[in-house]
């Protein structure tokens, strides 16, 4: 009888051990937003080296994380971003590639924020106006703003749609 409640109170200590190891082990693992935040932070001064090491990293992370949309959410932003800094960059083609790619996983995607999705390709033509304005402008000008506003109209809030359509209309003042 005694050795039967030994064990049994032997099995609990070992479930509870055991609970707790995976808890602990669960708590080392960063987290989505963690890395993500991490891996944007890292860019600094908006150096060509740092956006593109920042892609590796979250393209790292978005294979840990298939089912984010964050992830390919910020792939897609930060491509976008070293593209429109860099238009005549060798790498700037696979990285607008890329976040062509990466918005069309989005649209894929059931609980994909569409505002998000619009706002993304709304600066994908931006960058390719940026890119050759004299060829590029005209072909994507409504693209450019047909996106944002769609964006707008679905997320009135959306602070990056704003933000990168006041950009776009005060460089096309400046350009007429």
Same mark, same amino acid.
Request: proline fraction near 3%.
């Given at each position: 009888?005694?050795?039967?409640?030994?064990?049994?109170?032997?099995?609990?200590?070992?479930?509870?051990? =055991?609970?707790?190891?995976?808890?602990?082990?669960?708590? $080392?693992?960063?987290?989505?937003?963690?890395?993500?935040?991490?891996? =944007?932070?890292?860019?600094?001064?908006?150096?060509?080296?740092?956006?593109?090491?920042?892609?590796?990293?979250?393209?790292?992370?978005?294979?840990?994380?298939?089912?984010?949309l $964050?992830?390919?959410?910020?792939?897609?932003?930060q491509?976008?971003?070293?593209?429109v800094?860099?238009?005549?960059?060798?790498?700037?083609?696979?990285?607008?590639?890329?976040a062509?790619q990466?918005?069309?996983?989005?649209?894929?995607?059931?609980?994909?924020?569409?505002?998000?999705?619009?706002?993304?390709?709304?600066?994908?033509?931006?960058?390719?106006?940026?890119?050759?304005?004299?060829?590029?402008?005209?072909?994507?000008?409504?693209?450019?703003?047909?996106?944002?506003?769609?964006?707008?109209?679905?997320?009135?809030?959306?602070?990056?749609?704003?933000?990168?359509?006041?950009?776009f209309?005060?460089?096309?003042?400046?350009?007429?």
């Amino acid at each position: 009888m005694t050795s039967q409640i030994f064990k049994c109170y032997a099995l609990a200590i070992a479930a509870i051990f =055991v609970m707790a190891a995976s808890c602990n082990i669960l708590a $080392q693992e960063p987290s989505l937003d963690s890395l993500i935040a991490e891996s =944007v932070s890292a860019i600094q001064q908006d150096s060509p080296e740092s956006y593109a090491n920042c892609i590796a990293k979250l393209k790292r992370i978005d294979a840990m994380f298939p089912d984010s949309l $964050q992830a390919k959410y910020q792939i897609g932003l930060q491509c976008l971003n070293y593209s429109v800094m860099n238009p005549h960059a060798a790498q700037a083609e696979s990285f607008l590639k890329e976040a062509q790619q990466q918005i069309g996983r989005m649209e894929k995607m059931q609980n994909a924020d569409m505002s998000d999705v619009c706002t993304l390709r709304g600066y994908l033509y931006m960058v390719r106006i940026v890119q050759d304005p004299a060829t590029n402008g005209q072909r994507y000008y409504l693209n450019v703003i047909e996106n944002y506003e769609k964006a707008l109209k679905l997320k009135p809030d959306n602070s990056l749609t704003k933000f990168l359509y006041e950009k776009f209309q005060e460089g096309m003042k400046k350009a007429y």
